[in-house]
């Protein structure tokens, strides 16, 4: 089992940058492939990027490519999303998952709370 708190998240302007942190607990934090989600007031939670077991692979939601970087710490239990050249449409709760290799929110059975990232225009 492994417990899940995100951080970093924030106000920031268009144009500008936020890391995200994902700190795990538990010690079995490099068996689990990791993602990040988001969602938006009104809006069903939606994939960002998501890394593999060992961080040898991500991948990425269309809207996010080139942008975004997903990243993995096992020894430090972190899972990290750094995010630039931000848009008012990333402003949503952002979530990270433990589990399977996946897009889809079904495929992760480990939930942090969200930290919320807003941008202005």
């Known amino acids: 089992q492994v417990q899940l708190v995100e951080s970093g998240g924030g106000l920031v302007q268009a144009g500008g940058s936020l890391r995200l942190s994902c700190a795990a607990s538990?010690?079995?934090?490099?068996?689990?492939?990791m993602g990040w989600f988001r969602q938006a007031p009104g809006k069903e939670r939606e994939f960002v990027a998501a890394v593999t077991r060992s961080g040898g692979s991500t991948t990425y939601a269309d809207s996010v490519k080139g942008r975004f970087t997903i990243s993995r710490d096992n020894a430090g239990k972190t899972v990290y999303l750094q995010m630039k050249s931000l848009k008012p449409e990333d402003t949503a709760a952002y979530y990270c998952?433990?589990?399977?290799?996946?897009?889809?929110?079904?495929?992760?059975?480990?939930w942090g709370q969200g930290t919320q990232v807003a941008v202005s225009s």
């Open positions: 998952a433990a589990g399977d290799y996946s897009t889809m929110p079904g495929g992760y059975g480990y």
């Open positions: 538990g010690r079995t934090f490099s068996r689990y492939a």
